[in-house]
């Protein structure tokens, strides 16, 4: 039998029943079709999907693609992708407008997580989303030595205008003070500084603001619970009991404060030989994986002990190690996991319009 060309209207009603991973609405009604042509049984759409999905896009152009063949049976379908731009909002003058705001934390020090808090930054910046990175480590920051920059900050206007490192807006008070100099300061301090970090500093419109935490629990995250609705946070462990044992103080402590916990980082997770490519896993195996099953917080992956990232960072060259063979690719699955588990909750629970945080 021949095969029945579908309508327009059939494609239109399988198009309706999609949602955008960004906000779990559907494509139709963000206007995020973009073109459709049918000739025959040949169906071509062009979706727009925004940067914040960007890790998605080759994902969700697939499930688009099954989603209208197992709608449309027999039809020879094809989808294209395009940039799709929300309408701007009349915000005025605002200091930052996010979609997703995350906090990087670890319940101690010396697991890697402002090279955690680095890494997802970048690997979400490369896949193509908006990114800023705010260090609120105030008393030992390392991202601008991580990046290998000493850039002060200028002052455009009232608003403090972020450095930019390696294509992402960055902030940290590691550029503000003389290097080697300590920050002391008590609590009411450091919430002025996070509120100025925030609320005065001309970070525009963001698809995410990654906040590399100080290590423990205390003030910082107590401080940012108040000052802006947080999206959620990671947590950065590696593969040692009593380093897991300090990641579930972390996952408590975010919790207490209403932050959800969006995942669980193993880093240092292994050993890769340079010489035989075989893998040692030096501090154990499956630690991390199995306490955040337990915990009922997504695993988001594993990253290697790797000496070129040692050197990249002390060199502050970080974004370097995104290009690592074993590294890279750990880094790019990491932040896919990170926007997949995002993107399910925004279906469970579709998201509103992005709205000042700040202003």
Known sequence: MPKIPPTEAAVRAALADFQDPETGRSIVQLEQVHALQLEGSRVRVTLGLTTWSAPLWDQTRDELLQHLRARLPGADVEVELDVHHRRPEKLGEIGLTAKTVLAVGSGKGGVGKSSIAAYLALGLQRAGCQVGLMDADLYGPSIPHLFGCHEQPQM???????????????????????????????????????????????????????????????????????????????VVCTPQDVALLDAVKAVSMFRKVNIDVLGMVENMSYFVCPNCDARHDIFGSGGARRRAEQLSVPFLGELPIRTQLRADADAGRVAASLDDPVAGPAVAAMCRNLVANLSARHRTHPKLPTLPILG
């Open 156 to 234: 455009v206007g009232d608003k403090i205008l972020p450095v930019m490192a390696d294509d992402l807006r960055m902030l940290s008070m590691g550029l503000l003070v003389p290097e080697g100099e300590a920050v002391i300061w008590r609590g009411p301090m450091l919430h002025n500084a996070l509120l100025q970090f925030l609320r005065d500093t001309a970070w525009g419109d963001l698809d995410y603001l990654i906040i590399d935490m100080p290590p423990g629990t205390g003030d910082v995250a107590i401080s940012l619970s108040q000052l802006l609705p947080l999206s959620g946070a990671v």
